[in-house]
């Protein structure tokens, strides 16, 4: 798999979230950005690189199944943090 321009293939990363009082949040209720790893960048991508964490918005991109892994392609203007 090969990602083009401006694209990022990624791996969602998902984490359970709690209140303080120990209640259990979905993505909605808690959070405007989700972490995923990079699995490949495109060719006009300069900064991000293959195995980086990130943080993007969740409402960025199209998820897809390949092989039975889900990924996700966001643009690199989607990326709010490089960890």
Not at 42 to 59: C, H, Q, R
Request: glycine share 10%; hydrophobic share 40%.
């Amino acid at each position: 798999m090969k990602a083009i321009g401006k694209y990022i293939v990624i791996t969602p990363v998902v984490e359970e979230l709690r209140t303080d009082s120990g209640l259990i949040l979905t993505d909605e209720d808690a959070v405007r950005y989700k972490k995923g790893v990079v699995i490949e960048s495109g060719s006009l991508v300069d900064v991000i690189k293959s195995g980086d964490e990130i943080f993007y918005d969740k409402n960025a991109g199209h998820t897809i199944m390949l092989g039975g892994k889900t990924y996700s392609i966001i643009l690199e203007r989607d990326v709010v943090v490089v960890l």
